[in-house]
């Protein structure tokens, strides 16, 4: 078996650059076969790499002999080496043809077990997730999620954020204790984290403003689009911050990811099928009373104080056009972290955090709020919801040295990907999505 270091530097150029290039070019090119057709004596492949795909002919009198014999062995995902003449096809996807000369299997594939007759369900599709992600829609959603991730770093490089990293086996739970995942700690109880954000809130003291990019886990019992167990999230902190400027820096980060994809990966957004302006900002906001009249507009109640229901935010989401933030949530829908407008006012406890919803019926993509610096203000609050301060012992004790009034957020990078490409269900921008029902492949 050869060791294919043959085909090191041997490749003239990627797909994408061999369609933006002149005809009449030699180009060398690498890929897989994703489909093909004869027709007569032509054989008509479609190459893929990992930028684009482009129409391979293979015909008689001007491919080689050894290029005419291999091609019988080209089957659907067939790694293959072309060699050939670029030329103009207005017929061609991409408007550009090879016109092979020389065509070697690199490595042959066996019958493509993905059919159209043999798709009988989603279910099939993710059964055999480890091969369909090599779809068109599939790559083109994950190469805009690879762009969203480095857009987001520029973003925040831009900003002078420094990167942190957070352990993602803790004790404490952030987002409470009704979707955590525990595991045996050699005898201990530990959990897989929910959030990074009290390590984010250490990290501020020492480094002022930072961010963190990394997995999170919810042991989610809910079966619904926008759902997964792991699934990864952008937060950030910022020290002398307020929730004002913590909904500025929301809406800068989604304005300037969105604009970055636009501008770069129009030729997925088009494979997705997918329209959409980037949003301007500011964003609009509206106040948790306002979703509750929007909601009764649409005959859903829910009384002051509760969450608001998925179905709700998807409806009052469907009237928007670009992202919008619901302010003003009431503190028994929050977490017990989150400052409130005036600690005083026992009967109408509103915090001051906000949620960033994608409009279209989307949904929730972002949280983020003000937390409480104030060590007594903190104890009092954790004690007032049945909390023990001991399991959030070093959480409080960060109040006692130095700690000024602080924000952040969390985005997740699954429901903003479903959101910019358009999709249907969550899953479909993990390559390898974990929910209730799957932990295969
Ligand atoms: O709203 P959440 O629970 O907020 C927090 O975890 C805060 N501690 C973040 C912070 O302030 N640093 O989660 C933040 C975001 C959600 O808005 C959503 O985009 C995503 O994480 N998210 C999920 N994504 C997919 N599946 C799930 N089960 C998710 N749960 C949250
Ligand atoms: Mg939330």
């Not at 994703?34 to 009198?61: E, N, P, W, Y």
């Not at 984290?193 to 999170?216: G, H, N, R």
Request: charged share 25%.
């Amino acid at each position: 078996m050869s060791t294919g270091s043959k085909w090191i530097g041997w490749r003239t150029s990627s797909v994408v650059e061999a369609l933006a290039s002149n005809s009449g070019n030699r180009l060398r090119l690498l890929g897989w076969v994703t489909t093909r057709a004869s027709m007569g004596s032509v054989v008509f492949l479609r190459l893929r790499d990992g930028t684009a795909q482009i129409q391979l002919a293979v015909k008689q009198g001007i491919a080689s002999p050894a290029a005419l014999d291999a091609v019988k062995m080209a089957t659907q995902e067939s790694a293959i080496a072309v060699e050939g003449l670029l030329r103009e096809d207005a017929r061609a996807p991409g408007g550009k043809e090879l016109s092979v000369t020389e065509l070697t299997i690199v490595a042959g594939a066996e019958k493509w077990p993905i059919t159209k007759s043999a798709i009988k369900s989603a279910s099939f599709l993710y059964d055999l997730r480890h091969l369909s992600i090599r779809g068109r829609k599939a790559s083109a959603t994950m190469r805009v999620r690879s762009t969203l991730v480095n857009s987001t770093f520029e973003f925040f490089r831009k900003k002078d954020f420094w990167l942190i990293s957070a352990p993602t086996l803790v004790q404490a739970a952030v987002e409470g204790g009704a979707t955590l995942f525990s595991l045996d700690y050699f005898g201990k109880i530990a959990h897989l984290s929910q959030s990074a954000q009290f390590y984010e809130e250490a990290a501020i003291a020492a480094l002022e403003k930072v961010f963190i990019f990394q997995p999170a886990f919810r042991a989610e019992k809910s079966k619904t689009p926008k759902h997964l167990t792991e699934f990864w999230m952008i937060e950030a902190e910022q020290a002398f911050a307020t929730q004002e400027d913590n909904m500025t820096l929301q809406e800068d980060l989604v304005a300037y990811i969105a604009q970055q994809v636009a501008e770069n990966r129009s030729a997925d957004l088009l494979t997705l099928g997918r329209k959409y302006s980037p949003p301007e900002t500011p964003f609009p906001r509206i106040s948790y009373d306002e979703v509750i009249e929007m909601a009764e507009s649409h005959k859903i109640g829910f009384e002051w104080g509760e969450d608001v229901p998925t179905e709700a935010e998807r409806l009052v989401s469907l009237s928007f056009e670009k992202p919008f933030f619901i302010t003003k949530y009431p503190l028994s829908a929050r977490s017990f972290y989150h400052m409130a407008e005036d600690e005083d006012d026992t009967n109408r406890q509103v915090t001051l955090s906000a949620d960033l919803i994608a409009p279209e019926g989307y949904g929730e993509i972002a949280t983020g709020g003000q937390r409480i610096h104030d060590y007594d203000a903190l104890r009092n609050r954790i004690l007032k919801q049945n909390l023990d301060p001991e399991s959030l012992k070093w959480y409080l004790d960060l109040r006692k040295y130095g700690m000024p009034p602080h924000s952040g957020f969390g985005i997740g990078l699954e429901r903003t990907t479903r959101w910019i490409c358009g999709l249907k269900h969550i899953r479909m921008t993990s390559l390898f999505p974990r929910t209730l029902t799957r932990i295969y492949p």
